[in-house]
């Protein structure tokens, strides 16, 4: 197996070989390969002794002429209609951080959802011969217009719908919601209003159910119905000037279904002379750095924890290619909570 480590005494490219690492570690070939892959029999001190050499020499396996072996290709494919990236891209972050240890790239393609453009894409990454293919999207309650069933490599699905025979990983929407609720009632917070996403997703309906739960735990009631439209500033400032005006009490936290619904409902507290956290405290969704540390105050939200997803994913991945048992179904993944300052505890990041 060879290992390029390039350096330039002389103005001579140097490659170093397995023959060298066994060389200095006095092992033979074999024996060093088998250390380095972690299989073989031989002693601790021999394998801790290679493994040593291996660094010192910064020993990099090279992973085209291991692929031939094994027949390989050692690269992921990641499949997205989210061309804008806001939920693909960490993803991605966090399956190819997962992978950099594994000898394993990862072959991003995004399309617009027509099946057409995805199928092209797909075709691309069969023609690399990829392992394996995560897909991802934007949201948790629908599929990309392709059927992959067919493709015979393994299939893991990250914030997208995931067919019943299949393995799968979205962030806990309930239980983050749930959270992020509890927090404001400790911090005092009784009269909690939703201001929610849009009707038609799935997510949305997750975000309501966690919100009502923390308060039915706690012995509260809700402060008027949740508000559904869109996930936009506008749906924030529009729904805020609607809780104000028709709340027969005022309620004195929030808590939005995402960044950006939060962000236009502080807009509105601007305008109306509302301070925010000392009137309405406010919690938003996502964790979304461009809109949370943007407002003012900065945002306390939840984080969908979207690079560990891409973590799990590609581990999971990884089993099955090898062969390992991976139980299928649907993993829902914990968030946790960003406190910044719009709920009333916290200082600024």
Not at 56 to 65: C, G, H, I, S
């Amino acid at each position: 197996m060879v290992v390029e480590k390039w350096s330039r005494p002389g103005g001579v490219v140097h490659r170093t070989t397995i023959r060298d690492v066994a060389a200095k570690a006095d092992v033979s070939v074999t024996t060093a390969s088998r250390a380095l892959n972690g299989t073989g029999r031989m002693s601790e001190e021999t394998r801790s002794r290679v493994e040593r050499v291996a660094r010192e020499l910064d020993y990099r396996p090279n992973y085209m002429a291991r692929g031939l072996v094994q027949q390989r290709s050692f690269t992921l494919g990641l499949l997205t209609d989210d061309t804008y990236g806001r939920f693909t891209l960490p993803v991605a972050a966090g399956l190819s951080s997962a992978m950099t240890d594994k000898g394993v790239s990862v072959f991003l393609s995004a399309g617009e959802h027509e099946a057409h453009r995805l199928e092209l894409n797909l075709r691309a990454m069969e023609e690399k011969r990829i392992d394996g293919l995560v897909i991802s999207g934007k949201r948790i309650d629908r599929g990309l217009p392709i059927d992959v069933s067919s493709l015979g490599m393994p299939v893991v699905y990250v914030y997208s719908l995931c067919p019943e025979d299949a393995v799968g990983f979205v962030p806990d929407d309930i239980n983050a919601a749930r959270t992020a609720v509890q927090h404001l009632i400790g911090l005092g917070r009784r009269k909690i209003a939703h201001i929610a996403g849009r009707p038609s997703f799935e997510a949305s309906h997750l975000r309501e159910t966690g919100w009502r739960m923390a308060l039915e735990e706690n012995g509260l009631t809700p402060c008027g119905e949740a508000l559904y439209s869109n996930w936009t500033e506008a749906h924030g400032y529009e729904a805020a000037f609607h809780l104000i005006a028709t709340a027969g009490e005022r309620p004195d936290a929030i808590f939005c279904s995402n960044d950006q619904i939060a962000r236009g409902v502080i807009d509105a507290f601007v305008q109306m002379g509302i301070k925010v956290p000392d009137d309405i405290a406010i919690v938003g969704f996502d964790n979304w750095e461009v809109f949370a540390k943007a407002t003012r105050p900065p945002l306390t939200t939840m984080d969908m924890e979207l690079t560990g997803l891409g973590k799990s994913a590609g581990l999971a991945l990884l089993d099955m290619i090898e062969g390992k048992p991976i139980e299928v179904g649907v993993r829902k993944t914990p968030c946790h909570l960003v406190v910044r300052e719009s709920c009333g505890a916290g200082k600024p990041e």
